[in-house]
């Protein structure tokens, strides 16, 4: 039986140099220091995702499957998703996981007002006006 480690955000943070280089990919934790010298995309990309997630990033380059095959060598253990800090993600592209729930939350609170409340608004108006009309003219 193998048991998974999990590391909190801050535990693969400080794997953020050349000689020591961890990411996060999709919620599982990667050392990649091996692996630097020998990335086709070069050792920049790397380093500037070093210690944090690069899912967005990994994702954009439309990576191969043979690069998806490639992580298995470098699983080091999962990551402890309540331990993501909420705010802005640490590298432009790079979105952790709980902001993209935060973000998700905003969206559905814009999108439940304007889809559910505002034609609620619209109709309850609209039958007043009848309501009203109707009086009027019933007088
Ligand atoms: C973390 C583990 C990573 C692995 C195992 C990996 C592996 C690879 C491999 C095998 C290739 C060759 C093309 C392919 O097979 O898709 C490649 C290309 C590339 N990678 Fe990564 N990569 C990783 C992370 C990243 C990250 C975080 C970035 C950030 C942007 C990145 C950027 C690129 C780019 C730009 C290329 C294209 C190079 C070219 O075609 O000239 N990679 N990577």
């Known amino acids: 039986m193998s048991t998974v480690t999990v590391y909190t955000a801050d535990q693969v943070a400080v794997h953020n140099k050349k000689s020591d ?16 010298d020998e990335h086709p ?20 380059v439309g990576h191969s499957e043979d690069a998806r095959e ?4 470098f ?4 990551l402890d998703g309540a331990s993501v800090p909420a705010g802005p993600p640490k590298a432009p592209v790079a979105k952790s996981a709980a902001a993209s729930a935060a973000n998700q939350k905003q969206n559905d609170t814009g999108s439940g007002f ?7 608004a619209i109709l309850v108006a609209y039958f007043a006006y009848k309501y009203y009309a109707g009086a009027v003219q019933a007088e």
């Open 75 to 78: 699983y080091v253990g999962d």
């Open 70 to 73: 490639m992580l298995a060598d």
């Open 114 to 120: 304007t889809q559910f409340a505002l034609p609620l």
């Open 21 to 36: 280089l961890w990411c996060i990919l999709d919620g599982k934790v990667y050392d990649i220091t091996k692996f630097v």
């Open 41 to 60: 995309g070069g050792e920049e990309v790397l380093l500037e995702h070093a210690g944090i997630d690069c899912s967005d990033a990994f994702e954009d």
